[in-house]
């Protein structure tokens, strides 16, 4: 592996210090789209880690995705994942968004996030709780730290 | 010749422009945070998130014009950058300063809100139409009062130099109290013109999801929100220069006042930006109209008639 020169390792850490992230509902009851909301509010103040919720694709760099997808949201979350520009990560927040949840092999739902998108990160709970997703960011970049950590050496 | 490209490049050109925007976007972003109660981002913030999207892909729509999409964000920053130097910035003097430069600095900050609203416009996306309709809309409310606001002290100092005024208010200092209307003129108009909190609806991200940069993303966008910042750094300035006249002989101290100028006008934003709402576009025009225009009139006329009483 080629050594990697000063700008491409202060790309990576610029990555892992500025998450914009942008939130879609791919189906979810609304429970863990309010815990998303939450997570966004003063009280826990996700800009200590450089979060921005954004509210175009464009600009985003994590999908925060909430819910089982249906069939009517598939599409659609395809779209904007791919109006998002490369590096992107996806957060599958909920049970449901992990796996289908109590919706899984319903005749209108497609399943978990990760048939239809690749999926960076899970955060189960039912509703999953605003710290639970704060960790769970701080865990996805603490991997990504790691990883490039580990194409230096 | 030497001096003069060290002077465009390097201080108090675009390099020292560049590195005081991402300190004064972070000095806003942290005043911000710490009104709501919250630690807020850290130091690096700002030039954390400039790298990010000079890193990422750069999505250029399929049917914009691509010329002129990929121009709009370095003809915004060129503006904004040749704008500041013809502000003071460590004394009464400008960097080349001439008769008429607040005329031409004004002008050159209204180039921005040209480019947005063409950025959005060309940018084929509904949302970004919206945001470029509303970007004019509230230029055509707020520029007539920054304008009157800016050039009433002008008038009583009797020069269109930026530095002029501010040798003017420097011999008279008490004198500025009574440009005080202006002041609240230009700091509720620089608002718009910034499109900060209570006028952001050009970009309400919650509405109109970001207005006229809807299309825009990784390096072009980069350098939009480089343009931004700056923005606010010459405003800033120009504000300082004209309504703080408060200078010094020795450039360091010089320097520090400017400084601190900035940092006062910056405040007072980030103040205003965490005690306000939005207000809807026909609220703003009619606000603009109905009570701004009038006020920076009344200081016109008011310092019209001064002239001919005060001993000057």
Known sequence: MAKRNIIEKAIDWSRRKSPWIIHFNAGACNGCDIEVVDALTPRYDVERFGMLLKGTPRHADVLVCTGAVTLQTRDRLKRIYEQMPEPKFVLAVGTCACSGGIFEDCYCVSGGMDTVVPVSAYIPGCAARPEAILDAVVKLLTSLEKSQKAIDN | ?312
Not at chain 2, 84 to 97: A, D, E, K, M, R
Request: aromatic share 14%; glycine share 4%; hydrophobic share 60%.
């Open chain 2, 1 to 312: 010749m030497a001096l003069a490209i060290f002077n465009i490049l390097v201080f108090p050109g675009f390099l020292f422009l560049s590195v005081y925007a991402l300190a004064l976007e972070y000095v806003d972003r942290k005043m911000y945070a710490r009104l709501q109660n919250r630690k807020g981002p850290p130091w690096f913030q700002p030039l954390a998130d400039f790298i990010k999207l000079l890193g990422k892909e750069t999505i250029i729509p399929a049917d914009v014009d691509k010329p002129v999409f990929k121009l709009l964000p370095v003809f915004t920053l060129a503006a904004v950058t040749s704008a500041f130097l013809y502000v003071p910035i460590w004394g009464t003097n400008s960097l080349f300063p001439f008769e008429g430069d607040l005329i031409v600095v004004l002008y050159l900050l209204t180039i921005p809100t040209l480019t947005f609203f063409l950025a959005g416009w060309l940018s084929n996306s509904l949302y970004g139409a919206i945001g470029s309709v509303r970007t004019v809309t509230q230029l055509f409310s707020y520029e007539v009062p920054l304008f009157m606001a800016l050039l009433s002290p002008a008038i009583l100092a009797d020069t269109w130099k930026i530095s002029g005024m501010a040798e003017f208010y420097q011999a008279h200092p008490l004198y500025i109290l009574l440009n005080l209307p202006a002041f609240i003129v230009a700091i509720i108009a620089i608002q718009g013109k910034l499109e900060r909190v209570p006028f952001d609806s050009p970009e309400a991200e919650t509405e109109i999801v970001a207005g006229s940069f809807v299309e825009y993303s990784g390096r072009l966008f980069a350098i939009f929100r480089m343009a931004i910042a700056a923005e606010l750094v010459v405003v800033a300035s120009l504000a300082g220069a004209i309504f703080f006249p408060v200078f010094a002989a020795n450039p360091w101290l010089g320097f520090l006042i400017y400084l601190l100028k900035t940092l006062i006008i910056v405040a007072i934003l980030a103040v205003f930006k965490s005690i306000m709402a939005r207000i809807r576009i026909d609220q703003m025009v009619m606000f603009c109209w109905r009570y701004l225009a009038p006020l920076a009139i009344l200081q016109i006329i008011i310092n019209l008639l001064l002239k001919g009483v005060l001993p000057i």
